[in-house]
């Protein structure tokens, strides 16, 4: 009896075991991370993205929680990215999702919303667009109808404005109306 219930014991210790991963691919993810980090141009939003992204470089399954001991490494792993990062970006770098947020949080958006009516002889569209201005909103379309060989006419006040589209000469089908919502 003695006999399977170390025979038991073994055979479970050699599972918990089996989900660990081997040294030398610990050692590789871990070069894979430093490398990243090191890499000024790749742009890590926090810790946890070039930890998945050195797994699925070196072809690694990322463990689940129920793999006790590869979740552990895994757990190192992350902690790894954080040193290396702060090493080689420091603690107020672009990788630390924290203060991107709180920075893009005080950042003041100065566009208004536009909405925009296009309709042409078979169809009616409308769309809401941000802006800094109406004119900003005129701008990008008579930039693409420049490309088509269009001609805009352009009636506006401050709040709103009317396109109309001429090809040789000849009045299309098409007016966009623009208006400040």
Do not use: C
């Not at 009896?1 to 599972?15: P, R, T, V």
């Not at 920075?103 to 208004?112: A, D, F, G, I, Q």
């Not at 004119?135 to 088509?148: A, L």
């Amino acid at each position: 009896m003695d006999f399977l219930k170390n025979l038991y014991s073994y055979i479970s210790e050699a599972e918990n075991n089996l989900d660990a991963l081997p040294e030398d691919v610990m050692k590789e993810l871990q070069k894979n991370i430093k490398t990243g980090a090191k890499d000024l141009n790749a742009k890590w939003s926090n810790a946890l993205q070039l930890v998945h992204k050195a797994y699925e470089v070196s072809g690694v399954q990322r463990p689940t929680p129920d793999m006790p001991n590869a979740w552990k490494q895994y757990e190192q792993n992350l902690h790894y990215a954080v040193t290396q990062l702060s090493h080689f970006r420091g603690l107020k770098g672009d990788w630390r999702m924290s203060s991107s947020i709180f920075r893009e949080s005080l950042e003041v958006k100065n566009t208004k919303q536009f909405k925009v009516v296009i309709n042409h002889s078979n169809y009616s569209d409308s769309h809401i667009v941000e802006a800094n201005s109406l004119d900003e909103v005129i701008n990008s379309i008579e930039k693409k109808n420049k490309k088509i060989n269009l001609e805009t006419v352009i009636e506006k006040n401050e709040a709103e404005a009317t396109l109309t589209f001429f090809e040789y000469g000849i009045r299309l089908n098409l007016k966009i109306f623009i208006s400040e919502k």
